[in-house]
């Protein structure tokens, strides 16, 4: 199966179609609205939650004894504790 590369309207920014079975989904908006200011501000929100996100696993507390579960369990609840709550604060 290859990769069928074809341009829209957008000369410079190819869109790929692998036999017309993949879709392009677009979360920056950019092929929708050629907004390449609402891409930029889109991109900055991601990476600031991405920051924010690694910030917050860089403070929890590990020990030599932990598995992957005791793990997995600390990061559930600081994901409760601190960014859900920043987001539903009531």
Do not use: C, V
């Amino acid at each position: 199966m290859g990769i069928i590369i074809h341009y829209q309207e957008k000369p410079e920014i190819p869109s790929a179609k692998i036999h017309g079975e993949s879709e392009r989904y677009d979360e920056g908006s950019y092929w929708e609205t050629n907004n390449a200011d609402l891409l930029k501000k889109k991109m900055e929100f991601l990476n600031a939650k991405i920051n924010e996100l690694a910030d917050a696993l860089e403070t929890l507390p590990y020990d030599k004894n932990d598995t992957t579960i005791s793990i997995a369990d600390k990061i559930e609840k600081l994901l409760k504790e601190k960014l859900w709550k920043r987001k539903n604060p009531d």
